[in-house]
């Protein structure tokens, strides 16, 4: 007959254990794979808005640029570089 410690099996108990060990394991395992993601990912928008700058600076406009980078024209145009001047407007006075 299996011990009983307060109405429940010492096997019970340690099969608790080793499943919360595995679940705690596996916890830290994917947590520590979407941080890694995120930095990549973080690391690949960087390069995108790169690209992007590079091709505006070349006479490209936010709609094409928007949709070939799979994001809305406002979301690029939030992360350009400030000092960049809108080519998709027109000059003040022409």
Do not use: F, H, Y
């Amino acid at each position: 007959m299996a011990k009983m410690i307060g109405g429940v099996t010492k096997r019970s108990i340690m099969a608790a254990a080793k499943k919360r060990a595995r679940l705690e394991a596996d916890l830290d395992e994917v947590s520590a794979a979407l941080r890694a993601l995120e930095v990549e990912r973080a690391a690949l928008v960087v390069r995108r808005d790169g690209v992007v700058d590079e091709l505006r600076a070349l006479g490209d406009d936010w709609s094409t640029l928007a949709r070939r980078a799979g994001v809305s024209r406002q979301a690029l145009m939030k992360r350009a570089p400030a000092a960049a001047p809108d080519l998709d407007e027109p000059l003040p006075g022409l």
